[in-house]
């Protein structure tokens, strides 16, 4: 199975920037759809950033849009989100995860598997 690692994560000042990176292990990677979810203290874990397989369809939270960007790079086994604009309610526990293998309904958390560790995101004020 797909195994996920996240790192990037750290401590900002709000305004600031950071790119989290999610490596896969194995040469399936690019059968599923990834997704980027965060989960801070006391609330849900909720999407934040899903793409389709190949990279051409994006899905983004209104809470970020605009501001975040999810990429892939299927050939590094990589997913990637570029966090601009941070302000400090983005502060959470970030997790990357598997999506289904299909480039529809793929914005779902039920759907999502194999998540990885976490990596935390703290903005300041």
């Known amino acids: 199975q797909v195994q996920l690692v996240e790192s990037g994560g750290g401590l900002v000042q709000a305004g600031g920037s950071l790119r989290l990176s999610c490596a896969a292990s194995?040469?399936?990677?690019?059968?599923?759809?990834m997704g980027w979810f965060r989960q801070a203290p006391g609330k849900e874990r909720e999407i934040v950033a899903a793409i389709s397989r190949s990279g051409g369809i994006t899905y983004y939270a209104d809470s970020i849009k605009g501001r975040f960007t999810i990429s892939r790079d299927n050939a590094k086994n990589t997913v990637y989100l570029q966090m601009n604009s941070l302000k400090p309610e983005d502060t959470a526990v970030y997790y990357c995860?598997?999506?289904?293998?299909?480039?529809?309904?793929?914005?779902?958390?039920?759907?999502?598997?194999?998540w990885g560790q976490g990596t935390q995101v703290t903005v300041s004020s």
């Open positions: 995860a598997t999506g289904p293998p299909r480039d529809y309904d793929f914005v779902t958390r039920n759907d999502y598997s194999n």
């Open positions: 194995g040469r399936t990677f690019s059968r599923y759809a």
